[in-house]
């Protein structure tokens, strides 16, 4: 119990702090070397974006963790060179799993149109305006009086780690119309469901100050993780099913079709 509580106290602090790096270096690589973010969810860095931005600002007024702090600025930073790079590689207009096969977009078969085209922009330009907004809106309530209420920090926090929480919800739906898991790496998914492994662990075990808001957000994460790994293997194993070609499953039909005339 002392060698669990020590890894827990020293080693669960060092791989959250480094685990967006291990999550998500391979998913920027990828498509990097592919030029093309066909099947990636851009609501992805924005969900990790807003999240993590919303984390730090909570943290001033909690004072939580610091080790989930410092996970927050290096998932900032990582969340925003996958950005750089998804947009950057973008499937053309019309092109399958391009950006209109987006979740929660405005489809012809009664799917949410978003205000805008919020986060579906063809240019970039408006995906760092946004973001650039919303650093300075959080930014200026801080410097009020508003940041001394207790409500108001609690209300971060809760937004932060809901939003970060339904962090699966956009690669499920995606992965739900598409029939498959393409643009999902294997190593993203493995390294979110060691996470949570870890990431639970720590929250339930450890002796630093971790609100129970990333407790009960952090279940809820592990629930929809665990959900993308069932749905990963189904939709690999439906996809590794040899398909006999049309002449083989005709001489197959033929051959039984003699078999029963000679019986």
């Not at 990431?199 to 959900?227: A, H």
């Not at 590794?240 to 197959?252: I, L, T, W």
Request: positive net charge.
């Amino acid at each position: 119990m002392y060698l669990i509580q020590l890894a827990l106290e020293y080693g669960a602090p060092v791989f959250l702090v480094s685990s967006p790096l291990t999550s998500y270096l391979d998913q920027i690589l990828s498509i990097h070397r592919n030029r093309s973010s066909a099947g990636f969810s851009l609501d992805i860095p924005l969900i990790m974006l807003v999240a993590s931005i919303l984390k730090v600002f909570y943290w001033f007024g909690e004072y939580y963790s610091k080790a989930l702090l410092a996970q927050a600025v290096v998932m900032i930073v990582v969340q925003l060179a996958l950005l750089k790079v998804a947009l950057d590689n973008r499937p053309a207009v019309g092109a399958k799993h391009g950006i209109e096969h987006a979740p929660f977009s405005n489809t012809n078969n009664g799917g949410f149109s978003r205000p805008y085209d919020f986060w579906q922009w063809r240019s970039t330009k408006p995906y760092w305006m946004f973001l650039g907004y919303f650093v300075a809106g959080l930014f200026v309530l801080h410097l009020t009086p508003l940041s001394e209420s207790p409500s108001y920090i609690s209300l971060l926090g809760a937004i932060g780690l809901a939003v970060e929480a339904i962090l699966p919800v956009p690669q499920i739906l995606v992965n739900h119309r598409a029939g498959s898991c393409k643009g999902l790496r294997l190593s993203v998914l493995g390294s979110w469901l060691i996470g949570d492994t870890m990431k639970m662990s720590y929250f339930f075990c450890s002796k630093e100050t971790i609100p129970w808001t990333f407790k009960s957000c952090g279940l809820f994460q592990c629930v929809c993780d665990f959900y993308l790994g069932i749905q990963f293997w189904m939709f690999t194993r439906n996809s590794s099913q040899p398909v006999a070609p049309p002449q083989e499953m005709e001489d197959r039909w033929g051959a039984g079709e003699k078999d029963i005339r000679m019986n």
